[in-house]
């Protein structure tokens, strides 16, 4: 393919990510007013809040809303070196941030056994977010995931660096390594830069600043917010006399009172059956495919984010860029949970900000509008567990036709080495924010 050639072919996507990124921007500067609340607070008055702590040599220690791994201070900090004020600066980064994740997908698509479906997959799910995409420092954590998983065919030292580095941001690119071969010169290359990096990485913001690490107590006491999946139950039993409240706890709406520790509880043992159930298939994944790094990636990041007791509007964003990524790679088996993410994202935008109001009063519209957006998510992370254990089955010993397809396999030259033992990789509850 000609650079001319490449050119033209990237320039319906560019001009379709220009007309939708310049929308973005104009609801960010509120220009374009949506109807709810303001979503650009979090960048004007907590970020730049946490800017002026950071300035002075101490993480937050005394504000609990800051429940971020230390490599947070410094997406916080960047805006501070452009010559604007502080929410329009965050706004630029974050805009470069998704055109530098734009020229990767194009880039990617173009490889050997890649296709160009990931970047329109980019393009869409952040333009369906709405402004949320540009307020939150999200974006920037999932273009180092993306870059992470695109580099560890090739580069797997800088792969392992990069998911250490996005585990600081906000700990779920730890997630990316679940598909992650044990054995091997390149696994092992991937493994000793993630452990190496995140050691070296923390050791650093621990010896720069206090309280780099107070971020693991801030999380303790917090309930259950009231865009989870748990709390569609409380939402339904306010129509029935519960007597609890809706308030800002911890930096989210959030339900306080009866059940409610119950029901964050059943929350955590649901990520503990996920991560249970990815064990499980790394022990009977028989063999990897060019894929399954990114479809386990997602998979694994999908099931934590739909059991976890928070699941804000941003968090959106984590699933778009994996499912891009997937998308990006022919072999993956995502397609059909990639979709549910973009149509679950477009469903997000409507429950927030959109229609925010109607969440918090639990009314009818608001009660339908989770389920709905939920269900996908559930929908999204059954169909992407069963499309994951399926692509890494493999031939089974006994079956008819097994000694025909190994042989088959042996002839083409395939030589993927099988997944043979779990990940030790555990989950942390995904932080608000």
Known sequence: MTSIS????????????????????LCVLRVLVLPGPDVTTDVSVIYQGWFEVLKT?????DDVTWQYPPAAALAVLAPGLLPLDYAPAFYALVLAADAAALALFLRAGRRLGHRPAGAWVWIVGVALLGPTAYARYDLLVTAV????????????????????????????????????????????????????????????FVAAAPGALAFLTFQRDRGT???????????VARHYGWSGQ??????????????????????????????GWLVLWRVHARERTP??????AFTATLLFTTTSRVISPQYMLWLVGLAAVCMTVRGSRQAPAAVLVLLATGVTLLEFPVGFAH?????????ALLALRNGLLVAASLLACRRLWTSTRGPVRGLPGSV?????????????????????????????G
Not at 57 to 61: A, D, E, I, M, S
Not at 225 to 235: D, N, Q, R, T
Not at 359 to 367: E, H, P, T, Y
């Open 359 to 367: 969440v918090v009063a639990s009314d009818l519209r608001g009660i």
């Open 291 to 296: 894929a399954t790094l990114c479809d386990a």
């Open 225 to 235: 917010e009231i865009e989870s999946l748990g709390a569609l139950v409380f939402h």
């Open 404 to 432: 025909e397809l190994i042989a088959a396999r042996s002839a083409a030259g395939d030589t993927a080495a099988p997944l043979t033992a779990p990940t030790a990789a555990s989950h942390k509850p995904a932080t608000d």
């Open 145 to 204: 995931a993306a870059a992470a998983l695109f580099a560890a065919v090739r580069r797997p030292r800088v792969a392992g660096a990069l998911v250490a580095f996005g585990a600081l941001l906000k700990v779920w690119p730890a997630l990316l390594l679940t598909g992650a071969a044990l054995r091997g010169r390149r696994a092992g290359a991937l493994w000793r830069s993630a452990a190496g990096s995140a050691a070296g990485l923390t050791l650093f």
């Open 57 to 61: 040599g101490t993480f937050p220690l």
């Open 246 to 275: 809706v308030l800002l706890n911890y930096g989210s709406v959030e339900f306080l009172g009866p059940g409610v520790p119950l029901v964050s509880t059943l929350a955590l043992a649901l990520s503990v059956a996920a991560l």
């Open 6 to 25: 490449r050119a033209r072919g990237a320039g319906l996507p560019v001009a379709v990510w220009a007309v939708t990124r310049a929308v973005v921007l």
